[in-house]
């Protein structure tokens, strides 16, 4: 490391120390996570050329992981960046956990938001309550490519008489759109719906997540088992 850059690590750790990424720019965030990869390297340049490259700090996080190895990046570093929204959701979901709340169905979009985090091909999220909206099991039931994810049926309905549920919400994200369903999206919810019905499980609702924006098939109207159901 050069002679000018002696003790920069330190002084960035207790600028960090006594006010957090507050003040700080976003190639200063990433360089200081950076330090983790490389020991005796400026990280600053290499901060710098990601968000070039990629835009945003977020987006660099986020950044599919051949993506980050095509930037030059060795194999330890880019899974290392790949992780942190993984951690991010990790923290998030343990920090709220909600075994304990009562779950507003008026609200479980902004339920479900956090549980996205990071994850860029599709994944459906199912929610299982008891009649009071008290949480019974919720997790990741389906996982496809960047272009879609299958309703597994079966299964849903299977832990659903498992866990005695009540009722049922399930989530999906569009990872490279935006969150207005599809055909295909209004159909399983239909089918979906009809399945649970015949062991007594209400789908309650079936958000689709975008980024930061989710859509309410209950509130759009676009499925026929929620307008009957109403």
Partial sequence: MAEEHKGHRARM???????????FEDHEILEMIL???????????????????????????????????????????AVYLRMIPDISRVYLDDRNNSRSKIISFDDVGEYFLPKFIGRIDEHLILLLTDAKGKELFC???????????????????????????????????????VALPSRADIRATNELAAALELIG?????????????????????????FITGD
């Fill in 139 to 177: 997790g990741v039931v389906a996982t496809g490519t960047s272009c879609g994810a299958d309703v597994p049926v079966r299964r849903i309905v299977d832990l659903s008489m498992r866990y005695n549920a009540t009722n049922a919400v399930i989530a999906h994200n569009h990872p490279s759109g």
């Fill in 35 to 77: 330090y983790n990869c490389y020991k005796q390297i400026d990280t600053n340049p290499i901060a710098h050329r990601l968000l070039d490259s990629f835009g945003s700090l977020s987006a660099v996080f986020e950044a599919p992981y051949d993506s980050l190895r095509n930037a030059g990046l060795s194999e330890n570093v």
């Fill in 13 to 23: 750790r207790k600028r960090y120390l006594a006010g957090g990424f507050e003040n």
């Fill in 201 to 225: 499980v209400q789908l309650v609702d079936h958000i689709i997540v975008s980024d930061n924006d989710f859509v309410s098939l209950r509130e759009s109207s676009l499925c026929s088992a």
